[in-house]
């Protein structure tokens, strides 16, 4: 199988929690590491999220500095990585910031569940829109898709259940965390890689790389390598 070289992105507290119980896309980056994920995404083909995030946060997923943007232009690159959506059922409004925001090619992949009214309104506002799945969006067939649109480097930016999939299905490559200090709680607030858990002999394991302090207030940034079985 071809696919896109995964890097997983996340933002989490020292308790592992990347929301807050609220689940209402509680703060946890700084500005340093802002300035950081804007640079990841400078660098990526393609920046994807799960269905909660895409529909609960409506994430812009655009490059926010305007100089890492005429970085892109320069080398001859869209302004803006390509926006990819894994949506079981795909009930995006038209007007949404995922949509509308940035030149930015936007592509979802969604289930039969997602009508054809839907899909069509989705094409009307420029998404590409591809089935690759019954209930749940295949993962990998998603990967092959994008490889085939072109996608080499793929951000992935949450939330923990689509993670943990990616974990999974041995998908991912890379990993970084920026650990806040903070500890938000709450037995139900999202973790970095949630779903049903991992029997223990088949646990994702990890090659560090790097860790650094990155704010003087105690923030860290974590690099792994992702050990995938062959
Ligand atoms: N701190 C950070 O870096 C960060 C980044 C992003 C998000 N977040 C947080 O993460 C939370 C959302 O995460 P979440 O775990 O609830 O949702 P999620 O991972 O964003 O989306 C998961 C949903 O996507 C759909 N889906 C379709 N195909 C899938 C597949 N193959 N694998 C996995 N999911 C698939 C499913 O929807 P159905 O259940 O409808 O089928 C699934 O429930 C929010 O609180 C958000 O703030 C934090």
Redesign the pocket.
């Known amino acids: 199988m071809n696919r896109p070289h995964v890097h997983i992105?996340?933002?989490?507290t020292a308790d592992g929690k990347?929301?807050s119980v609220a689940?209402?896309?509680?703060a946890?980056?700084s500005p340093l590491d802002m300035a950081r994920v804007d640079r990841l995404r400078r660098d990526s083909d393609a920046i994807l999220?799960?269905?909660?995030?895409?529909l609960?946060?409506d994430?812009r997923l655009t490059i926010k500095s305007p100089a890492l943007r005429q970085e892109r232009i320069a080398l001859g690159l869209p302004e803006n990585p390509a926006k990819v959506g894994?949506?079981?059922?795909a009930d995006l409004k038209p007007d949404s910031r995922f949509l509308t925001t940035g030149a930015a090619r936007k592509v979802i992949?969604?289930?039969s569940h997602t009508s054809p009214k839907q899909i069509a309104r989705l094409r009307d506002a420029g998404a590409e829109v591809f089935i690759r799945?019954e209930?749940?969006?295949?993962?990998t067939a998603?990967l092959d898709s994008l490889y085939d649109l072109g996608i080499r480097s793929l951000l992935v930016?949450?939330?923990?259940?689509?993670?943990?999939?990616f974990f999974r299905l041995g998908l991912a490559d890379e990993l970084t965390i920026?650990i806040a200090p903070k500890i938000f709680g709450g037995a139900s607030a999202?973790t970095l890689a949630?779903?049903p858990g991992f029997p223990l002999e088949h646990a994702p394991r990890l090659r560090l790389v790097s860790v650094e302090t990155l704010d003087e207030g105690g923030g860290i940034l974590v690099h792994y390598l992702i050990e995938n079985k062959e």
């Open positions: 992105n996340v933002a989490m990347i929301d689940r209402q896309g509680a946890i980056s999220v799960g269905g909660r995030t895409l609960e946060e994430p894994i949506v079981s059922v992949y969604t289930t799945g209930v749940h969006v295949d993962l998603a930016e949450g939330g923990g259940t689509l993670i943990a999939e920026y999202p949630d779903g």
